[in-house]
């Protein structure tokens, strides 16, 4: 499986930006679609964003459409998530994921390999 770490978290107020990193080892980088993904306690992880393998198509949630915005470095194996105008129902903990596929395809489910997390809170 591919390590993921993230970094990047941490708390802001409504309206400001942060910028998450994922840096991926272990294996070819380019192999794998990148997803993002979020948790509060008591609800499910949900799906905000994803990269496909070149990072030619993306995905989103439609909650953070138009406000985040996910791309890929494949010379430096680190995936992005940029966070613009952050609101409190933003704050999760956002977890990096790796889907192995082999095709430039944008996947929203089955991601096999996750990072740790990282914290985001947004205070109104």
């Not at 107020?13 to 679609?33: H, V």
């Not at 306690?41 to 964003?49: L, N, Q, S, T, Y």
């Not at 929203?108 to 947004?122: A, E, K, L, M």
Request: overall charge neutral.
């Amino acid at each position: 499986q591919v390590h993921l770490v993230e970094s990047g978290g941490g708390l802001v107020q409504a309206g400001a930006s942060l910028r998450l990193s994922c840096a991926a080892s272990g294996r070819p980088f380019g192999w794998y679609a990148m997803g993002w993904f979020r948790q509060t306690p008591g609800k499910e992880r949900e799906f905000v964003a994803a990269v496909s393998r070149s990072g030619g198509r993306t995905s989103y949630a439609d909650s953070v459409k138009g406000r985040f915005t996910i791309s890929r470095d494949n010379a430096e194996n680190t995936v992005y998530l940029q966070m613009n105008n952050l609101k409190p129902e933003d704050t999760a903990v956002y977890y990096c994921a790796a889907h192995e596929l082999y095709s430039d395809y944008v996947p929203s489910t089955d991601f096999g390999s996750w990072g740790q997390g990282t914290q985001v809170t947004v205070s109104s």
